[in-house]
């Protein structure tokens, strides 16, 4: 079965540098949602598109940002990166269900980000 | 503040044992309680999921326990293999948080053959 696609799987980055990830959801899922994991911590909700449009916004940092595009593919822009924002960043995707997004969320294997 | 409040933060489990991992809210608007195992440098991936209006779900050995009234969840793991070594999350989700899922702060299971 088709899974979350993420790219690159690995990103190293300078200090002050932008990085781009992107998230391809699996065929006939319309809602994405980003995730930031730190070390040894628990998955942190950072923004989420249902349908194109921004549907939640969680501790996402002002110098990062994000969009849904036409054929719902996402991509979490980040600028200024600081050492902090190390960390695996993960894309989930929930199926389109009458009504709005369906609750579950699959989970894509992750971009590994590592600022220098 | 975590609003998912999980434990035992690690967990020690003998071959075919019962690991049992626990979970408590506070939102009382939370309505869908799923777990998830994630493996070292992976994307957590779906066990099972309950929602409040039943108090047991189980889908071959694993079981999740649900107590509205107590706002508790667990999660038991039967026969337990060494390769369900991992890092297992709660996480909640209601109407008025978003579509956010809200994540315990994990336990990590380790089964020694």
């Known amino acids: 079965a088709a899974g979350v696609i993420q790219s690159p799987r690995h990103l190293i980055k300078e200090k002050r540098e932008t990085a781009t990830l992107k998230c391809y959801p699996i065929p006939r899922h319309d809602t994405v949602y980003w995730y930031q994991q730190g070390p040894g911590q628990d998955p942190q909700f950072l923004i989420s598109f249902y349908e194109k449009m921004q549907s939640d916004k969680g501790s996402i940092p002002d110098r990062f940002s994000a969009q849904q595009f036409s054929d719902y593919h996402s991509e979490l822009n980040m600028s200024s990166l600081e050492l902090g924002d190390s960390a695996l960043y993960f894309c989930a995707s929930s199926p389109r269900l009458a009504g709005g997004p369906g609750e579950t969320q699959y989970f894509g294997p992750g971009t590994r980000l590592l600022v220098l | 503040q975590q609003q998912v409040k999980q434990s035992p933060q690690s967990l020690i489990v003998q071959k075919g044992g019962i690991s049992i991992i626990n979970c408590a809210y506070e939102?009382?608007?939370?309505?869908?309680f799923p777990w998830y195992q994630q493996f070292p440098g992976k994307g957590p991936a779906l066990l099972i999921a309950?929602?409040?209006?039943?108090s047991e779900k189980k889908e071959g050995r694993f079981t999740i326990s649900f107590n509205k009234s107590a706002k508790q969840f667990s999660l038991h793991i039967m026969d337990s293999q060494p390769g369900d070594s991992a890092t297992y999350f709660c996480a909640a989700k209601g109407e008025t948080s978003g579509s956010r899922l809200t994540f315990g702060e994990g336990t990590q299971l380790t089964v020694n053959p």
């Open positions: 309950i929602r409040p209006d039943v």
């Open positions: 939102n009382t608007a939370f309505d869908y």
